[in-house]
């Protein structure tokens, strides 16, 4: 049985950082695409960071670009997202996700992929 397992999230401050780790359990996902998606209240998950691990390209919302990045440990089967000078706006729950090499549909969407974690809240106080 596959599974994500989300920890990291709590409340900061306004220009803290926090570490966000998702641990992978039933299968490798070292060739695969792993991602961060967030959804705050009342608005749809939307898409923060991916990364492919066919060729070790990340990407990255407008929102979040420069302030947030995402790395995997292969060895551990674990990805991270770091995020930096976080903003109020940044609250939300942050899921995982990850789906098979193969799938060529746009990484931003959520339905493109098969296995997602459970969540981890993470509150930015201004």
């Known amino acids: 049985q596959v599974q994500l397992v989300e920890s990291g999230g709590g409340l900061v401050q306004a220009g803290d950082s926090l570490r966000l780790s998702c641990a992978a359990s039933g299968r490798t996902f070292s060739s695969d695409t792993m991602a961060w998606f967030r959804q705050a209240p009342g608005r749809e998950r939307e898409f923060v960071s991916a990364f492919t691990g066919s060729d070790g390209s990340t990407y990255y919302a407008d929102s979040v670009k420069g302030r947030f990045t995402i790395s995997r440990d292969n060895a551990r089967n674990t990805a991270y997202l770091q995020m930096n000078s976080l903003k109020p706006e940044d609250t939300a729950v942050y899921y995982c996700?990850?789906?098979?090499?193969?799938?060529?549909?746009?990484?931003?969407?959520?339905?493109?992929?098969?296995?997602w974690g459970q969540g981890t809240q993470v509150t930015v106080s201004s």
């Open positions: 996700a990850a789906r098979n090499r193969w799938v060529l549909a746009s990484r931003a969407s959520p339905g493109t992929y098969a296995y």
